[in-house]
């Protein structure tokens, strides 16, 4: 009994090997470390890259004259895609021409038109983003772009898959309002 109490004292205060225990307890918690900076790095520069992208969208569309139509709206889509090195089928558009009403004190949509996962948006839906719009003075008009990118961490380490968000608006440039026109079909 004795020599069995003597050889475990003796485990107990031996210390060659300690540093390739500690690495062996340690590294796992490193590498991890490691993989989740990363992935929260790529987190924040997709969002980066997600407002980028919505911005050039909004600020094509404040440039146009010419009514809009289903095939511009597939071509900011894929436009999106691409600038956000994304499949087409997991990203989605909306937008949506706004005035401000100032005797009735609302925002009135003229037109909201979407490619993607999301609906149009509704007079009740442009009431609910009030906060978000800006002050404007009566009849002015904004384009409203909102896109939605499907973002998928590169590694599991604690991040969620999510949906980035963006909410852009822009007044248009060369005309009191973008139009929408889609020709009718027979």
Not at 11 to 38: C, H, K, N, Q
Not at 78 to 103: G, I, P
Not at 162 to 168: A, L, M
């Given at each position: 009994?004795?020599?069995?109490?003597?050889?475990?004292?003796?485990?107990?205060?031996?210390?060659?090997?300690?540093?390739?225990?500690?690495?062996?307890?340690?590294?796992?918690?490193?590498?991890?470390?490691?993989?989740?900076?990363?992935?929260?790095?790529?987190?924040?520069?997709?969002?980066?890259?997600?407002?980028?992208?919505?911005?050039?969208?909004?600020?094509?569309?404040?440039?146009?004259?010419?009514?809009?139509?289903?095939?511009?709206?597939?071509?900011?889509?894929?436009?999106l895609a691409y600038l956000t090195a994304n499949d087409t089928?997991?990203?989605?558009?909306?937008?949506?021409?706004?005035?401000?009403?100032e005797d009735n004190d609302e925002y009135v949509k003229y037109?909201?038109?979407?490619?993607?996962?999301?609906?149009?948006?509704?007079?009740?839906?442009?009431?609910?983003?009030?906060?978000?719009?800006?002050?404007?003075?009566?009849?002015?008009?904004?384009?409203?772009?909102?896109?939605?990118?499907?973002?998928?961490?590169?590694?599991?380490?604690?991040?969620?898959?999510?949906?980035?968000?963006?909410?852009?608006?822009?007044?248009?440039?060369?005309?009191?309002?973008?139009?929408?026109?889609?020709?009718?079909?027979?």
């Amino acid at each position: 009994m004795i020599s069995i109490r003597n050889y475990l004292r003796g485990f107990r205060d031996e210390e060659r090997g300690s540093i390739a225990v500690e690495t062996v307890l340690i590294l796992p918690v490193l590498f991890w470390g490691y993989l989740s900076m990363f992935a929260i790095f790529d987190a924040y520069r997709q969002h980066s890259i997600n407002q980028k992208a919505a911005y050039t969208i909004g600020d094509i569309i404040s440039r146009e004259t010419n009514p809009l139509d289903m095939a511009y709206l597939t071509g900011t889509r894929e436009m999106l895609a691409y600038l956000t090195a994304n499949d087409t089928y997991d990203v989605a558009v909306r937008v949506t021409s706004v005035t401000y009403d100032e005797d009735n004190d609302e925002y009135v949509k003229y037109w909201s038109e979407k490619k993607g996962w999301m609906p149009k948006l509704s007079n009740e839906a442009i009431q609910a983003l009030r906060d978000d719009l800006p002050v404007m003075p009566d009849n002015e008009t904004v384009i409203v772009v909102e896109t939605f990118v499907k973002y998928d961490p590169p590694f599991n380490t604690g991040l969620q898959t999510r949906e980035i968000h963006n909410f852009v608006f822009t007044r248009p440039r060369y005309a009191p309002q973008v139009l929408w026109n889609e020709p009718t079909t027979y």
